[in-house]
Each structure stands twice: as structure tokens, then as C-alpha cells.
């Protein structure tokens, strides 16, 4: 004959249980990842950047710029920057991208991109081009005395070492990074070659090193080729601690036929805090050196002064 079970103390053994197991897990709860900065490691193709307007000298020359969200996560870090260079965030965290610094004061950022691909290197090579690098403009920068910011691939770099070493030994003169050979970070960037994901980190962090070892006034500063970017390419960078810097005021000096379109596409947008987008590499910027001193004297009538990129964010 079969035992019969009673149910009551079944159940109750069995609440008894349950009721253990919630106490536990109150008084012992998961725990969360330490590193709150870290990155699920999946592309995100979503665009932090509405629209990109400035090509570099590989791409047509674009239009006005329109506002992008910055993400949520962007900001600086209230660390102090390793070894107080400008520019420095927290490693681990999403870079900051910054367009333009505060809107007060009278400080304008004048920058200076030095593109460098594999196909200009071997324009340079074949004599179909003469210069990556217009001395025009350094000559007119050091005369005056004007402050500048250099965004340098390490590809011009390595074209122009004497160059960077004059551009080094300025004290009016910082030194920023462009990555290494002017590869797109995300797709459809006007036409650049695309780099692998998995090289990005490395590709820039050995930009900085290249352009580190010629001293001078060091920054964190990062322009992407063509000023694309999304979440993907922003997370790969969070390890090596830096800034990212687009720009309200693109110049549209790429390619660009005649001088006067380049002022007036400056004049007609700069502001307080602007940061002012142009390029020193001469052959694919021919009109640039021609602009400049126009581009001067218009925002020394507006009461604006153009100063280092670090003074205008003011991280300096």
C-alpha cells in the first residue's frame, strides 16, 4: 500500500526555502563591474555626428555645419590630466567631442589639419605634386606672432620632420593628433579608405607617440579625418585618455579655387570660443596662405584674437 505524502509540510519546507534564498540575496546582492568606463566591445552604427562638413584635402569641400548630440557619457574628467597636458580625460571613459569653447572673452582657436595618405605620399613621389606643406602660412604665423593649433597625421610627420621641428620650437605653436595615415573611422566618409576597427586604438596612440618625440607644446587633442565619427569609433579611442575636437567654423579651404570664399565662410561664422577649421598642406589647399592674412586683419576688426587651442577651451 502506497504512503501518502502529507502536502502541508512539503509546502512549507519549500516557502521556507525560498524565503532563505531572497534574505541572501537582500543581504548579498551581485555585484556590480568595477569599471563603470568600460565599453560593451559591439559596433553601435548609430552617428553621434548629424552631419560631417569638412573633408580634409582627400574629399570635396562640404557645407555649413549643423548641431550633432555629443553622448551622454562625453564630459571631462575631474582627475587632473596625466602629466597636465591639455586636452586629457580620464582613460577608460567616452572621449569628450567639443566644437567650439565658451562663448565670452575674445578668443578665437586657429587650426591647422596636415593630411597625409598613401596616395599623397606617392603623388609626392611620382612629382605630380610639389608640397604637402604650405611654409606660406608658418612664415605668416611666426611673423605676426598668431597663435595656432597643428593637427598632424603621422604619415606628414614623417614626410616633414624639419617642418614638425619648427612647428615644435614655437611657443605660439601646439601640436595635435590626426591619426597616422588619414583613414576613415566610420563609412561613407567621402571616399577615405576605411581603417579596421581593431586598429583604431593603436593607430592613433602611435600618433601621439610619433609626434611626442618632437616636443613643444604637447597636446590630447584628436580631429578625426573628414570630422567622422560615431559611438564605435569614440569607444575604441577611450582607452588613451583625450579629447576630440570637430569645429564650429569650417573653412572650406579644401581644393578650394579662390581665396575669398574661404574669408568669407570664416568672417561669416565666427564667434567667441570658435574653432576655426583649415589645412597647411598646400597642394590640395592652395588657396589657404592666400586667405590668411584676410582671415586676420577681419577678426582683428571683430575684436577677436586668435589663441592657442588650449586658451580657447580653456584648458590650457
Excluded at 195 to 207: F, W
Excluded at 248 to 255: A, E, H
Excluded at 274 to 292: F, G, Q, R, W
Amino acid at each position: 500500500m502506497p504512503v501518502k505524502i502529507s502536502r502541508v509540510p512539503l509546502l512549507a519546507t519549500l516557502a521556507a526555502v525560498v524565503s532563505a534564498v531572497v534574505l541572501l540575496a537582500v543581504m548579498n546582492p551581485l555585484r556590480q563591474p568595477e569599471d563603470v568606463g568600460a565599453f560593451v566591445d559591439a559596433p553601435d552604427p548609430d552617428r553621434t555626428t548629424a552631419a560631417v562638413v569638412d573633408p580634409g584635402p582627400d574629399g570635396p569641400a562640404g557645407s555649413a555645419p549643423s548641431v550633432r548630440p555629443v553622448p551622454t557619457e562625453a564630459g571631462p574628467s575631474d582627475s587632473p590630466p596625466p602629466g597636465g597636458l591639455p586636452g586629457a580625460t580620464s582613460a577608460g571613459t567616452l572621449p569628450p567631442v567639443v566644437d567650439h569653447g565658451p562663448r565670452t572673452g575674445n578668443k578665437v582657436a586657429l587650426t591647422f589639419d596636415a593630411d597625409m595618405t598613401d596616395a599623397m605620399r606617392y603623388q609626392l613621389r611620382s612629382g605630380a605634386v610639389r608640397s604637402y606643406a604650405n611654409l606660406k602660412i608658418i612664415d605668416l604665423l611666426e611673423r605676426e606672432g598668431v597663435a595656432a593649433t597643428f593637427f598632424l597625421t603621422g604619415k606628414w610627420v614623417e614626410q616633414y620632420p624639419e617642418v614638425t621641428r619648427r612647428l615644435a620650437a614655437s611657443p605660439n605653436f601646439e601640436l595635435a593628433n590626426h591619426t597616422y595615415g588619414h583613414l576613415a573611422f566610420t563609412g561613407d566618409c567621402y571616399g577615405l579608405p576605411r581603417i579596421e576597427r581593431r586598429k583604431m586604438t593603436g593607430d592613433v596612440a602611435d600618433t601621439f607617440d610619433i609626434v611626442a618625440g618632437y616636443g613643444g607644446r604637447q597636446t590630447r587633442y584628436f580631429r578625426f579625418p573628414g570630422l567622422c565619427h560615431d559611438r564605435t569609433a569614440l569607444a575604441e579611442l577611450a582607452p588613451l585618455g583625450l579629447t576630440v575636437v570637430d569645429g564650429d567654423v569650417v573653412s572650406g579651404d579644401p581644393f578650394a579655387t579662390a581665396w575669398r570664399p574661404i574669408v568669407r565662410a570664416v568672417l561669416d561664422n565666427v564667434r567667441p570660443g570658435s574653432v576655426i577649421v583649415l589645412h597647411v598642406t598646400e597642394a590640395n589647399a592652395p588657396m589657404t596662405d592666400e586667405a590668411l592674412p584676410h582671415i586676420l586683419a577681419g577678426l582683428a576688426e571683430r575684436g577677436l584674437e586668435p589663441a592657442a587651442l588650449s586658451e580657447v577651451l580653456g584648458t590650457a
